[in-house]
């Protein structure tokens, strides 16, 4: 069965990076895109970005452009994306997202890593 | 960058009630490109339907996804007590992904 395992939870302090990943398992892991999606406490689902496990290449949400790295390990199966400069408004759950096959919507979700960002 | 708006910002309705929920963007939506999902509190989103009525796989038939072009529904024929939460639309257009603000559906 498709299973995407999420890091654990991370608090950092404003001005520094954090790093998430997310083991994809159950399935061809180069066939499937990946997404990036976080939520803000209390707030709605904002978009981040993709990556392509079968090249590497990324394409981030224009928000996030120059501030957002995602790479992934195909040895592993698992994909990573790192947030830099980290303010208070970065405070939020991040979810990796596998594209469903009939393309551009997501069917299957990791369960969340959440990342504080605190002095 | 196409906005999705949704309507209303909460439902409330009692079990055994029909629920509409509407998802509105400001340009046309490919219909293959739009698909809601539901999100419990503690919870990750959860597909509900893809291609604006396909429902996902173990997904209850009392959900349906109906619309085109700018206006999309989510209908849910008959609340069940679980049905309680969250829903989201979100579309694919101009190479990018866009969320709708969602609707929180609460008991009555």
């Known amino acids: 069965q498709v299973q995407l395992v999420q890091s654990g939870a991370e608090v950092k302090k404003p001005g520094a990076s954090v790093k998430v990943s997310c083991k994809a398992s159950g399935y061809t892991f180069t066939s499937y895109k990946m997404h990036w999606v976080r939520q803000a406490p209390g707030q709605g689902l904002q978009y981040m970005g993709i990556?392509?496990?079968?090249?590497?290449?990324?394409r981030y949400a224009q928000k996030f452009q120059g501030r957002v790295t995602m790479t992934r390990d195909t040895s592993t199966t698992t994909v990573y994306m790192e947030v830099s400069s980290l303010t208070s408004e970065d405070t939020a759950v991040y979810y990796c997202a596998r594209e469903g096959s009939s393309l551009c919507y997501f069917d299957f979700w990791g369960q969340g890593t959440v990342v504080t960002v605190s002095s | 960058e196409i906005v999705l708006t949704q309507s209303p910002g909460t439902l409330s309705l009692s079990p055994g009630e029909r629920a509409t929920l509407s998802c509105r963007a400001t340009q046309s939506v490919s219909s293959n490109y739009l698909a809601w999902y539901q999100q419990k509190p503690g919870q990750a989103p959860r597909l509900l339907i893809h291609g604006a009525t396909n429902r996902a796989t173990g997904i209850p038939d009392r959900f349906s996804g109906s619309g085109s072009g700018t206006d999309f529904t989510l209908t849910i024929s008959r609340l069940e007590p679980e049905d309680f939460a969250v829903y989201y639309c979100q579309q694919f257009g101009s190479s990018m992904y866009t969320f709708g603000q969602g609707t929180k559906l609460e008991i009555k």
């Open positions: 990556i392509y496990p079968s090249g590497g290449s990324a």
